[in-house]
């Protein structure tokens, strides 16, 4: 009859798991890209600056820029050199985990957007000359790990050239 009343202790919680909401990560997923912008025009490039010891001129195209539901800045982004040869390619720039990916370069006959150059989301290059992501992520495009604002307002700030620093001062 006492075996009947016999109690197994259970084992305590395992704590180690614990987790709290506000730390918890949904799951992202990327908006699908399946229209590419028009080839940029001269007229809505916006200059802007990397490195003063880089000899490369950078701009993005204004008319091109977006900011995705998925938190992504979408954009053109073009690079001079002083012989006046460019590179010409379709980006995007992930605010909340500091990386970029490739969608689309220049195709070899300049009339069109070639996807086979297309890349995976790397991690942004801050100590190189020509790191333009790293430029745009902490001057104008991301802030606490989401994008600063709508595409109009980061193209407003770019175009008077109000990076992320000066508007602190």
């Not at 007229?43 to 990397?50: A, E, K, R």
């Not at 069109?112 to 989301?121: F, H, L």
């Not at 104008?140 to 407003?156: L, N, Q, R």
């Amino acid at each position: 009859m006492l075996a009947g009343c016999s109690h197994t202790p259970t084992k305590p919680a395992d704590n180690t798991k614990f987790q709290y909401l506000l730390d918890r990560h949904a799951a992202w997923t990327e908006n699908k890209v399946d229209t590419l912008p028009p080839l940029p025009n001269e007229q809505d490039l916006i200059p802007f600056d990397v490195s003063n010891n880089t000899p490369l001129h950078f701009a993005v195209d204004g008319k091109s820029l977006s900011v995705g539901s998925d938190g992504v800045v979408r954009y053109t982004i073009v690079v001079t050199t002083p012989s006046g040869a460019r590179n010409v390619n379709y980006e995007g720039i992930r605010c909340d985990n500091y990386e970029w990916k490739l969608y689309a370069g220049l195709n070899a006959d300049h009339d069109g957007w070639d996807r086979t150059v297309a890349n995976d989301w790397t991690r942004i290059e801050n100590g190189n000359l020509n790191a333009y992501q790293a430029a745009l992520y902490q001057d104008y495009f991301c802030s606490s790990k989401t994008p600063t604002g709508k595409a109009k307002a980061i193209v407003d700030n770019m175009r008077m050239h109000r990076t992320a620093t000066s508007q602190m001062q």
